[in-house]
């Protein structure tokens, strides 16, 4: 079975190149294209794709703002962030905003088709020189004594809530793997941000990480 893909670039040369890519892959289904972050989420409605190729730089808003938004409304797409950012900024609020992978506009093809299927099977994919500063930024906050809390704090349910949460999935996602409701998801997550005084998605999977619960 296909993947559905919808590509989002504001330059209409860098669509058709991905669409010549893409149409060259058995398991790629191409089910639309936007050059605007309002295009996108009119289509994301429309053709319900599994994963969304976004580009930061849209001229109407950001592809974060997009990526947000369409996360909020459609929690089952994924996002992967296609773009010539490479700096800390970019990648955490896109991180942050809910996008399951990162990938610059140098990246070789199959590093994009990797990122594609990846984020497809509900996983993150982060391009190896990004997934540095993720593990960098952890090794260096774990010298501060606000990062020395332990798990200790949290329930075993907060704990199962926070390793989901970590893997990216949505508070619907989490309700229905633990068969609790949304709302009683959403209280065990703000539980778990002010025990573990985390304040951000891009914080909570950072801590995931330097604690082992999930691999980088």
Request: aromatic fraction near 4%; avoid cysteine; glycine fraction near 6%.
């Amino acid at each position: 079975m296909s993947m559905r893909l919808l590509l989002v670039d504001d330059h209409a040369v860098v669509r058709s190149g991905l669409r010549m890519l893409m149409s060259a892959q058995t398991d790629v289904e191409i089910v639309g294209e936007a050059g605007t972050a309002s295009e996108a989420m009119e289509l994301a409605a429309q053709v319900k794709p599994d994963v969304i190729l976004m580009d930061i730089g849209l001229p109407d808003k950001s592809g974060i703002e997009a990526t947000r938004e369409i996360k909020n409304r459609f929690p089952g797409i994924a996002v992967v962030a296609l773009t010539i950012h490479e700096d800390e900024e970019y990648f955490f609020k896109m991180l942050d905003a809910g996008a399951s992978g990162y990938v610059p506009k140098r990246a070789a093809p199959e590093e994009l088709l990797t990122a594609i299927r990846v984020a497809a099977a509900g996983e993150v994919y982060l391009y190896p020189t990004l997934a540095k500063l993720l593990v960098r930024d952890y090794l260096s906050e774990e010298h501060s004594a606000e990062n020395k809390s332990t798990l200790d704090g949290l329930t075993p349910r907060e704990s199962e809530v926070l390793t989901h949460l970590a893997e990216g999935a949505s508070n619907t996602e989490i309700a229905q793997s633990l068969v609790i409701s949304p709302k009683t998801v959403e209280r065990h997550r703000e539980n778990i941000m002010h025990k573990l005084n985390l304040h951000s998605r891009s914080e909570l999977v950072r801590y995931a990480i330097r604690k082992g619960i999930i691999k980088p």
